[in-house]
């Protein structure tokens, strides 16, 4: 029997670790690109290496984006059938800090891959996802965000992934490489990067909890996102590349919170009952209520958020919310995983996290 073969490009991040399973569970070989780090940065992936079941099936590959040389020589050698690029510098706020790096990753990155496909002569074979992102929309246009919606960029991130964006559906319409968009809303989970803001309120929550820290400072409290589970979304990035035909599809939950219900849920879940006050810079959220023996390191009128400026971006995405028509329809998409479930999760895994922390 031949198997499919799949090059993930980011590997070592969120997502690229659950399609890695999701790939190796549907019997694929999957290859993975990581860069090159002066410490680990294989943490999310290392029990798949290590896994023997998926010996000979899992490899990883020395390559960067900006290195188009490494990525025609990985290509190249492997001949796959997919290949997922979820590789880039995807953090919103740091994009302003390094716009140019942020940019050549995310855009000349993707267009290296692209080129790379055609280099190899694999334009009629491998099939291309890109990650592209509800951040196109920024400035929203729409109520509900869908395929139609006009994009407006409002970071370097999001103009970055715009060029990708199109630099993609170019590839598919010159070359007719079987090249997808999946424009997904924020997904999140345990292996969430800790400075993305739901990954750093569990964590921040359960260092509090076991005394770790004192008190966890946010930026907009009131942006307003469409929250999955990365479990779920990465299965429709494997569902965009199986479609009859090339095409983009946006990928949502089509519920949405705030980053401030979000804190709320995360606090109910641990049976603690806090209270707000204030405004803007001078909001803070203290603990009320809690069970003193279970949580021996907190104290009543604890305040355990405060706002700092440092968190606010030069330009925020205020309000996001998709549409997912098209996928729901053409692709079967329906999430498995709500909001409480992810915080459940999530929570649980920091918790856990912080315990062994406190225990080295
Ligand atoms: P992530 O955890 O930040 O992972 C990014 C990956 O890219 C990491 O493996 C990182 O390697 C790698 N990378 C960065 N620069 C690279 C370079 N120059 N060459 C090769 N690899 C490089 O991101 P994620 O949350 O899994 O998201 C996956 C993709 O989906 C990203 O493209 C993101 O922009 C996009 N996206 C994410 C969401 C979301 O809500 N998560 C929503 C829409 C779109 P290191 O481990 O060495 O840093
Ligand atoms: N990171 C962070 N840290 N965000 C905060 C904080 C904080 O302390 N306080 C409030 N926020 C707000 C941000 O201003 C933003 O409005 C919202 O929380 C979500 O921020 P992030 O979790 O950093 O995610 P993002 O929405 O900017 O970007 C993520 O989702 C995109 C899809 O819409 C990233 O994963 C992108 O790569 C992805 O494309």
Same mark, same amino acid.
């Given at each position: 029997?031949?198997?499919?073969?799949?090059?993930?490009?980011? =590997?070592?991040?969120?997502?690229?670790?659950?399609?890695?399973?999701?790939?190796?569970?549907?019997?694929?070989?999957?290859? @993975?690109?990581?860069?090159?780090?002066?410490?680990?940065?294989?943490?999310?992936?290392?029990?798949?290496?290590?896994?023997?079941?998926?010996?000979?099936?899992?490899?990883?590959?020395?390559?960067d984006?900006?290195?188009?040389?490494?990525?025609?020589?990985?290509?190249?050698?492997?001949?796959?059938?997919?290949?997922?690029?979820?590789?880039?510098?995807?953090?919103?706020?740091?994009?302003?800090?390094?716009?140019?790096?942020?940019?050549?990753?995310?855009?000349?990155?993707? #267009?290296?891959?692209?080129?790379?496909?055609?280099? +190899?002569?694999?334009?009629?074979?491998?099939?291309?996802?890109?990650?592209?992102?509800?951040?196109?929309?920024?400035?929203?246009?729409?109520?509900?965000?869908?395929?139609?919606?006009?994009?407006y960029?409002?970071?370097p991130?999001?103009?970055?992934?715009?060029?990708?964006?199109?630099?993609?559906?170019?590839?598919?319409?010159?070359?007719?490489?079987?090249?997808?968009?999946? =424009?997904?809303?924020?997904?999140?989970?345990?292996?969430?990067g800790?400075?993305?803001?739901?990954?750093?309120?569990?964590?921040?929550?359960?260092?509090?909890?076991?005394?770790?820290?004192? +008190? #966890?400072?946010?930026?907009? =409290?009131?942006?307003?996102?469409?929250? @999955?589970?990365?479990r779920?979304?990465?299965e429709? +990035?494997?569902?965009?590349?199986?479609?009859?035909?090339?095409?983009?599809?946006? =990928?949502?939950?089509?519920?949405?919170?705030s980053?401030?219900?979000?804190?709320?849920?995360c606090?109910?879940?641990?049976?603690?009952?806090?209270?707000?006050?204030?405004?803007?810079?001078?909001?803070?959220?203290?603990?009320?209520?809690?069970?003193?023996?279970?949580?021996?390191?907190?104290?009543?009128?604890?305040?355990?958020?405060?706002?700092?400026?440092?968190?606010?971006?030069?330009?925020?995405?205020?309000?996001?919310?998709?549409?997912?028509?098209?996928?729901?329809?053409?692709?079967?998409?329906?999430?498995?995983?709500?909001?409480?479930?992810?915080?459940?999760?999530?929570?649980?895994?920091?918790?856990?996290?912080?315990?062994?922390?406190?225990?080295?």
């Open positions: 029997m031949k198997f499919k073969k799949a090059i993930i490009t980011g =590997i070592t991040g969120q997502d690229g670790s659950y399609l890695a399973e999701f790939l190796l569970k549907k019997k694929y070989i999957v290859h @993975g690109i990581k860069r090159k780090s002066s410490s680990f940065n294989s943490s999310r992936i290392d029990h798949i290496y290590e896994n023997k079941s998926y010996k000979n099936k899992f490899f990883l590959h020395y390559g984006l900006l290195d188009s040389n490494s990525l025609t020589k990985i290509i190249r050698k492997v001949s796959p059938d997919e290949i997922y690029n979820f590789a880039a510098q995807s953090h919103v706020g740091v994009s302003f800090e390094l716009p140019n790096y942020t940019s050549q990753v995310n855009s000349i990155g993707t #267009l290296n891959l692209l080129q790379a496909i055609n280099d +190899c002569g694999l334009s009629q074979k491998t099939k291309f996802y890109q990650a592209s992102t509800s951040e196109l929309y920024g400035e929203i246009q729409e109520k509900r965000q869908s395929e139609k919606t006009p994009f960029p409002k970071s991130y999001a103009t970055s992934k715009l060029f990708a964006y199109w630099i993609t559906k170019n590839y598919r319409e010159s070359y007719k490489i079987f090249a997808s968009n999946g =424009i997904l809303f924020n997904h999140e989970s345990p292996r969430r800790e400075t993305f803001v739901t990954r750093k309120i569990t964590i921040g929550l359960s260092r509090i909890i076991h005394g770790l820290e004192k +008190c #966890l400072n946010l930026g907009n =409290i009131y942006s307003l996102r469409d929250w @999955g589970h990365a779920d979304y990465v429709m +990035c494997w569902k965009v590349l199986q479609f009859q035909k090339p095409d983009d599809f946006v =990928i949502a939950t089509e519920k949405q919170y980053v401030k219900f979000f804190v709320d849920q606090f109910k879940y641990l049976k603690i009952k806090i209270r707000w006050s204030g405004k803007g810079l001078n909001e803070y959220a203290k603990i009320i209520d809690f069970d003193k023996k279970k949580y021996p390191n907190l104290k009543i009128n604890m305040v355990v958020i405060k706002i700092s400026k440092k968190y606010f971006r030069p330009n925020e995405v205020n309000n996001l919310i998709g549409n997912a028509n098209k996928a729901k329809k053409l692709l079967k998409w329906k999430p498995k995983i709500n909001i409480h479930q992810l915080i459940k999760e999530m929570m649980d895994a920091d918790l856990e996290n912080s315990r062994k922390l406190i225990l080295r």
